[in-house]
């Protein structure tokens, strides 16, 4: 747990950095991230997260252990059409299928992709998600095939 926090702080600094260097550009469009309900593993969400900004994504960040509710009630708010979606715990896939299931009852027009240690393309696809993420490389290349 101390070596994820440590993660965390460096991610900040380097995402500070960064941001220091590059011009202020024009958001390429909005993405949430969230760490499903029950989890509190986001070492790979803040990874994908850093890297989706430095390709200049706007990126809301729900945090770790989000219920459904939440991710369904920012997504419709704030009109995003890219939902990114972290499991690490094989307890917590249920609630990943929950909130791919909540997104796709609201009725908002957004896609979803999940990605986590514990998954695999197959469960993705199984719970109804649009795109499997299997690193921050790929997430980056969903984001610009959904945004641009």
Do not use: W
């Not at 997104?103 to 027009?109: A, D």
């Amino acid at each position: 747990m101390r070596s994820a926090d440590a993660s965390c702080e460096a991610f900040e600094v380097l995402k500070t950095s960064i941001a220091k260097k590059g011009d202020k550009s024009v958001s390429k469009g909005t993405i949430i991230v969230a760490t499903v309900k029950g989890d509190i593993h986001d070492i790979g969400k803040n990874i994908v997260k850093t890297i989706l900004a430095n390709y200049g994504y706007q990126v809301i960040d729900l945090g770790r252990d989000v219920p459904p509710e939440k991710v369904v009630e920012t997504a419709v708010r704030e009109n995003v059409r890219l939902i990114g979606l972290s499991a690490l715990m094989t307890t917590t896939l249920p609630a990943m299928a929950s909130t791919v299931e909540a997104l796709h009852k609201s009725g908002h027009k957004c896609k979803i992709m999940v990605g986590g240690a514990v998954l695999t393309e197959d469960y993705a696809m199984e719970i109804g998600a649009d795109y499997y993420a299997k690193d921050a490389k790929r997430a980056a290349d969903i984001a610009k095939e959904v945004l641009g």
